[in-house]
């Protein structure tokens, strides 16, 4: 019974491809893989599955979409516009709508796909940076998925701009202004660009190529580095009982974790496949052909840009003119700036932070985000910043819908994106910290076991006994600093790291970094209150 | 009787009589239907007393801001509180009116459309299943279209503005929807959105939302012959009354449209997407991940 072989023509087939591909060692090694279990850890699938149906219904799109700026006399299903002169482009978008069978419900889950595919990669990327996932060996792959992300704005933005409805127009306008604005070379640039004066007949075949071809391509290619250095590396896992650095604690690959991505994939789709069918979006046959004379309220980008447009939005009119030229800092700045604060920072926060900890460890068990309050704190300062930026592109939907004042809210805007990070800061660290002392008081003196005791002289008092051994597992994985080498040892040699300006600015942020940090550990004296025998009133 | 049944058998004899029965069919809804002013017109001494009902009525409602003689008020320092209603025009006065802006509750920004106060409500419900009830409410409908227009005709005796369009001009199945549809997305989306769901202006003052069956044809015709509040006047050289009705088609068609592609998230473009995005696709896979991750094999082979 034991050494059952499989019916002929199965071994075979796998004889086949093993004599030539070596496969059977292959997945020997590999089938077995052990997955950690953690619900954070799907986020990154859901944009990995969003992807592929991205590229599904993408394809069944360019069945049908010309991708052409012809001007054309619409005559079709959706008798509104009849009669109305546009883009061969928008011409087809509406025949995909209205008269290609399946075509709306194909077009309405390639676009929530693309919403989902974003806003998946910024909740797993959320998910890397607050549990240090990002840390060695993993840099690389943290970097990668920053690109991937910049990727897909570009692509989103492509894609958005295809249709040439009247939400389009608008957003390539903002990109032609954009490009104009870049010194020296701006204008240069938008003429290669749009081949001509805004908006031009290239752009639209331009972008359909990149949209398509290119970008796509690139991403694929990411997609699969990613994940090959994940299955190289070996996915992070959260700080459990049973799990160490040196070993993976969790279900292997084949059957189990195979069982629930595979079915975690279904639900992807099942979702899409819901809201295409369920909920309206991008209805390009409300806004219109593009016009240039024309604009409409409520005209904002796909969610992934609306940072880059609320910056836009509570800029201030900047501008600089001085021999001849013209420096728009007022298109200049909301399109870089806080955009290469999130991603540069995202980008250089790995190496910073091994620098300034002087760790250079590999790691693989995640942190719990309040044993690394500064990290936990300049995160939330950046979720501050990007968050009050991108509610700002909302700005005239939340003045309408709320009846609030426009020029308030630009002003609160524009206050709140400086002192709301700051504030995110302060406050994430000093939660951060309450709930180490809080864990602290867990591991030193137990948990409240709801049982109160007299003493003999009576005093009333309640017992306290040991958490369960989960949750000490959990607490405990907290690695408590331990204080850095003194800047000059006993006989006055300075340390090698803490020389020249360099070395002061590194030990003093180191010391920002561990100096409130606390020490959560058992304590031996505190064993007999643990126990329960000889209860003693506890200070807290 | 000989002769009658002799022409009885004459070849013009059909036409004639169904030449009298419309005439009399005329005659008869002449004489019954409310909406006749004719028999008003004729007599003048009506119209007086109806113009001194108009008055009366501003003199109540609109002379403690805007003057007893309409002419406007202003405050100490010389800065207006009310304009002067002298050559508005009887289409303004409609609007403000039937729409319930006016009598304004409080100075503001801008005066929020509501339920017209009672001496003016012509929308009021009428389909009542008691006789008794009815009849009262629709008394006091037809009181309140008679005291609309007395005051429609009050200001419009002071000087001469802009009528109130016929029902011709504005009924929404005649006009070109096409070409409504571009007229709206040139000068009316700006403020009031793709599908005139409204949006913010400055000041907080707002574009409000044209996609209520509340607001009537007539009302959008009056508001760009007038332009109401913050918004401009659209008079009949800049949009031709065939403009005009396009966009009322444009609008009225549009807001009665379903939406093929399943719940429209009101329609005002990528800020509710987005929402829906995060909160209905990222929380219900959130959900589904918490799920399965939840699941625990109950017994692994070991090899």
């Known amino acids: 019974m034991s050494e059952a072989t499989a019916p002929k023509a199965i071994e075979g087939t796998l004889g086949f491809i093993d004599e030539r591909l070596g496969s059977t060692t292959f997945f020997k090694r590999n089938v077995k893989k052990v997955f950690p279990d953690h619900w954070s850890f799907m986020l990154g699938e859901i944009a990995l599955y969003s992807f592929i149906i991205l590229l599904l219904t993408g394809t069944f799109l360019t069945l049908w979409f010309k991708p052409s700026m012809t001007e054309v006399v619409y005559d079709g299903s959706y008798t509104k516009l009849n009669g109305v002169k546009m883009s061969e482009a928008y011409a087809s978008t509406l025949d995909i709508s209205f008269d290609v069978r399946g075509g709306l419900l194909m077009r309405q889950i390639h676009h929530w796909a693309a919403v989902l595919f974003m806003a998946s990669i910024m909740a797993h990327m959320l998910r890397v940076f607050f549990t240090g996932a990002y840390r060695k060996p993993r840099e690389l792959n943290w970097l990668i998925g920053l690109g991937m992300f910049t990727l897909g704005m570009l692509e989103g933005l492509f894609g958005y701009s295809l249709p040439d409805d009247l939400l389009s127009g608008t957003g390539l306008r903002i990109t032609q202004g954009v490009t104009e604005a870049i010194p020296l070379v701006g204008t240069y640039i938008y003429m290669f660009l749009f081949g001509g004066e805004f908006p031009g007949d290239d752009i639209v075949p331009r972008l359909f190529t990149l949209h398509i071809l290119l970008i796509p391509g690139v991403i694929l290619g990411m997609v699969t580095a990613h994940m090959m250095i994940m299955w190289h590396q070996k996915h992070t896992a959260m700080p459990v009982k049973n799990q160490t650095e040196q070993q993976v604690y969790g279900y292997p690959f084949y059957p189990v974790f195979m069982a629930k991505t595979g079915a975690y994939f279904l639900f992807t789709f099942g979702v899409l496949a819901l809201m295409g069918a369920f909920v309206q979006i991008n209805p390009i046959w409300l806004f219109g052909p593009y016009d240039p004379g024309a604009i409409s309220a409520g005209s904002q980008p796909d969610w992934y840009m609306g940072v880059m447009e609320g910056a836009l939005r509570i800029m201030p009119n900047w501008e600089i003119s001085a021999w001849g030229h013209t420096l728009s800092l007022n298109v200049l700045i909301p399109a870089t700036v806080p955009l290469g604060i999130i991603f540069g920072g995202a980008g250089a926060w790995p190496f910073i932070e091994a620098w300034v900890t002087g760790d250079k460890r590999q790691h693989h068990v995640n942190t719990r985000p309040r044993n690394a309050p500064v990290r936990t704190a300049t995160g939330m300062a950046a979720v501050a910043f990007y968050g009050l930026l991108w509610v700002a592109g909302a700005n005239d939907v939340i003045a309408d819908k709320f009846h609030v004042s426009m020029f308030a809210l630009t002003w609160f805007f524009r206050v709140t994106v400086f002192v709301g990070p700051f504030l995110a800061f302060v406050i994430t660290k000093r939660i951060c910290l309450g709930l180490q002392r809080k864990d602290a008081n867990v591991i030193g003196h137990g948990v409240e076991s709801g049982i109160i005791v007299m003493s003999p002289d009576g005093k009333y008092s309640e017992r306290h006994e040991p958490a369960r051994e989960q949750e000490r597992a959990v607490i405990l994985s907290k690695e408590n600093t331990r204080p850095e080498a003194p800047a000059r040892d006993a006989n006055g040699i300075p340390a090698p790291d803490t020389k020249g300006p360099l070395g002061h600015l590194r030990a003093r942020l180191n010391r920002a970094w561990t100096f409130d940090d606390i020490p959560v550990e058992e304590h031996e004296e505190h064993g007999e209150v643990e126990s329960g025998k000889e209860p003693k009133q506890l200070s807290h | ?303």
């Open chain 2, 1 to 303: 009787m000989k002769r009658f049944t002799a022409w009885r058998r004459r070849p013009w004899a059909g036409y004639a009589v169904v030449l009298a029965a419309l005439a009399a069919i005329g005659v008869i809804y002449a004489g019954f239907s409310p909406q006749t002013d004719r028999a008003e017109a004729e007599n003048t001494a009506q119209a007086a007393q109806d113009l001194a009902n108009g008055k009366q009525l501003f003199n109540k409602n609109c002379a403690s801001c805007h003057g007893l003689n309409a002419e406007g008020t202003k405050d100490a320092k010389g800065k207006p509180i009310a304009p002067s209603l002298i050559g508005v025009g009887a289409a303004s006065v409609d609007f403000q009116v039937s729409t319930g802006r006016m009598p304004a509750m409080n100075p503001g920004a801008q005066m929020p459309r509501k339920e017209p106060i009672p001496e003016f409500n012509t929308s009021i419900k009428t389909d009542y299943s008691e006789p008794e009830k009815r009849e009262e409410a629709e008394k006091q409908k037809a009181l309140a279209e008679k005291n609309l227009a007395d005051l429609r005709a009050y200001i419009a005796s002071l000087a001469i503005g802009p009528a109130v369009p016929p029902a011709s001009a504005v009924d929404p199945t005649k006009g070109d929807v096409a070409l409504g549809g571009k007229l709206f997305r040139t000068n009316c989306a700006q403020c009031h959105n793709f599908t005139g769901q409204g949006g913010a202006l400055t000041g907080g003052k707002y574009a409000p939302p044209l996609s209520g069956s509340d607001v009537t044809p007539t009302q959008i015709y009056e508001a760009m012959l007038t332009g109401p509040q913050a918004m401009p006047v659209f008079n009949d050289t800049t949009l031709t009354p065939k403009d005009k009705q396009a966009i009322i088609s444009y609008l009225v068609q549009t807001r009665e449209e379903p939406n093929p592609g399943g719940n429209g998230l009101g329609r005002i473009g990528p800020v509710s997407e987005g929402l829906a995005g995060w909160l209905i696709g990222i929380g219900l896979l959130v959900l589904a991940a918490m799920w399965i991750t939840a699941k625990k094999p109950k017994k692994l082979k070991k090899s």
